[in-house]
């Protein structure tokens, strides 16, 4: 696959989330912009993220630390479940009582999308240090009329992370490379009451996500500008042999039992204890999750993240692209409270704070790291080659597409829908 270099993604040299791979405490948002009004010289702020289990986040660990260097900041963290932020969030921008600072995503193709939220008048702009992080070729994503709405944090591989010391404790060696090899480690691992992959079947990001990792071989990997025929009409989702195999691979993983018992059902949970007690190998989540769940888990566990196989004859791919953003929102009344915030969370100290507490890639220094020795070791040279497209639905047209793909891969896990259905559903929601 060669690099996508006419889709408005990134042009780089290496996925939502949500931030599923800032895995804590599922908590509430209830804070209101009103309550960054400064108060005897103190400067406040509230600022809401994704969470999805009981580790604390590492947006929560960097606010502790902008308060220890700022003594007169204090922020309150609303943490928000990742299966609904966007929906949440949005509904209490619309509301009047969302955050001062929220966690969003690039493009227009998630209830969080900066695109959308920024054209309804709920966001900010924001200003050079912001605009500076976009990556080159993919401004459209985070702009409108020249305005920026969403800093960029990160660098995401979007693939399977996956426990080698699981695996090798269960007598494989390696994790699996071709197709047949993969349904060969599921159906040992079957037998022996664990499970390759583990799936949070219940929540829309997780089999979204699912989707378009495997996307990323059965669709992209030969056709990487599948998306701007999708957008000019040349083609449907329908039509699209590589979107029909991708979604025969999800179930033809459930009928080969790779996927642990009632996965249909499972919450991220399922993810965050599968991979940490060793009852599954690997899940799809974002890259950063490696060092998440990691802090969980046996020392013996060796993450690392690996590519899904491709199909036979077919080519290699993965997602990677800039996957979370911070906004602030335009009707908080501690705008330059929050603003100092972003400055800070773009330096290079705050970046690669980042970095060691959430694994992803930081947006102002992955190209010059050397990854040979990380968690990335099993994509460098899918990166290095170009091999990898940016996350689909940051480029479709409206979060109804992405919706139609959770809620049909969570149809196929339960039998309720075809596979034709799902991809009736995506073009009827992507429009003409």
Known sequence: MTQHRRTPALRIGAIAVATASA???????????GEGQSDGGSQSFSFTFATSNNLESPYETLAKEYMEANPDVKITTNPTPNDKYGETVRTQLQAGNASDVIQTTPGSGDARGIIPLAEAGFLEPLGDTAAGLVPEGSESIFEIDGKVYGQPLDFTIGSIVASLGTLKMNGIDEFPTTEDDLYAACKDLASQGKSLLVLAGAAGPNTGLTAQAIAATRVYADDPDWNEKRASG???????????DTLQTIVDLTKGGCFQPGAEGGGFDAITNGLAQGTSVGAFIPSGAAIEIAKAAPAEADFKVEPFPAADGGKPGIIASSNYTLSINAASKAKGA???FLEWMASDEAQ???HELSGELPISAYKDMDLSDTIYAPVVDLLKDGSYAPLPNNIWPNPSVYEALQVGVQGLLTGQKTIDQVLGDMDAAYGD
């Open 234 to 244: 040349e083609t449907t989702f329908a039509e699209s042999d590589g979107w029909k």
């Open 352 to 354: 690669q704070r980042y």
């Open 23 to 33: 895995l804590i405490l599922a908590g509430c948002s209830g804070s209101s912009a």
């Open 338 to 340: 929050a603003a100092d």
